[in-house]
């Protein structure tokens, strides 16, 4: 039977969130971002560990789950780095060297500030990700019209939106995979762990995600995130 774990990368600071702490850890709904994130994925029975990677230095961690006190299923390692990709593929590292991480393992990766991830976008990524021979992440079909701009804010040309999608996650791919991808590739390019696949020449596939999984990037989107997560799903 295929193994499934999550990690969190929750290192990063979030400066164009604009708070003053991390944007995992600023509460909604009297409730830390991060704790939103990782009660979704603690309350999915298919997922058999969920991983959360903080900096070595983390104020807030322990405020968020304190240390005896921890979810079964849920481990803690301080192993972040300085971007996304390094605090990845750091707590992959980290994970299968202390055994909570074997190769063949599906490991879904999620941003710490996507808290409204819905049950059956995580649901549909689990039954149609895991019979790919590479895995797979949840995207949306582009539906606004795209501009470049010209260097000076200003419409250089109109970018058509045919067969682009707007990335999403979790992404989901087998540990030994995702931990060779990301050990060859330049991580201070890589923004997702679907392009560290795809360097390696091979094709993820997209699984249709949902619109209210959306990313906290900008202080605005948190009155959002508030709307949908007062809803049921």
């Known amino acids: 039977m295929n193994r499934c774990a999550a990690l969190i990368p929750a290192a990063g600071v979030g400066a164009r969130f604009g708070a003053n702490l991390p944007k995992q850890y600023m509460p909604i709904l009297d409730k830390p971002v991060l704790r939103h994130t990782a009660d979704k994925l603690l309350a999915c029975e298919r997922l058999d560990t969920v991983l959360i990677i903080v900096s070595a230095n983390d104020a807030y961690i322990d405020t968020v789950y304190p240390p005896n006190r921890l979810p079964e299923k849920l481990h803690i390692l301080r192993c972040g780095g300085e971007t996304r990709?390094?605090?990845?593929?750091?707590?992959?590292?980290?994970?299968?060297?202390?055994?909570?991480?074997?190769?063949?393992?599906?490991?879904?990766?999620?941003?710490?500030?996507?808290?409204?991830?819905?049950?059956?976008?995580?649901?549909?990524?689990?039954?149609?990700?895991?019979?790919?021979?590479?895995?797979?992440?949840?995207?949306?079909?582009?539906?606004?019209?795209?501009?470049?701009?010209?260097?000076?804010?200003?419409?250089?040309?109109?970018?058509?939106?045919?067969?682009?999608?707007?990335?999403?996650?979790?992404?989901?791919?087998?540990?030994?995979?995702?931990?060779?991808?990301?050990?060859?590739?330049?991580?201070?390019?890589?923004?997702?762990?679907?392009?560290?696949?795809?360097?390696l020449g091979l094709s993820p596939l997209l699984v249709l995600g949902d619109v209210r999984n959306i990313k906290l990037t900008q202080a605005q989107d948190a009155v959002l995130a508030e709307l949908f997560l007062r809803l049921p799903f």
């Open 85 to 199: 990709a390094h605090t990845v593929y750091q707590g992959i590292c980290a994970a299968k060297q202390q055994g909570l991480l074997n190769d063949d393992d599906w490991l879904l990766v999620h941003d710490a500030a996507r808290c409204c991830l819905p049950n059956a976008a995580l649901t549909r990524l689990l039954d149609t990700a895991v019979n790919h021979s590479v895995g797979g992440l949840l995207a949306i079909p582009v539906s606004d019209t795209l501009k470049r701009d010209n260097g000076a804010d200003c419409v250089a040309d109109t970018v058509s939106r045919a067969r682009l999608w707007q990335a999403q996650t979790p992404q989901m791919f087998r540990t030994a995979m995702l931990h060779q991808a990301l050990a060859a590739a330049n991580l201070e390019t890589i923004t997702d762990e679907s392009s560290a696949i795809e360097a």
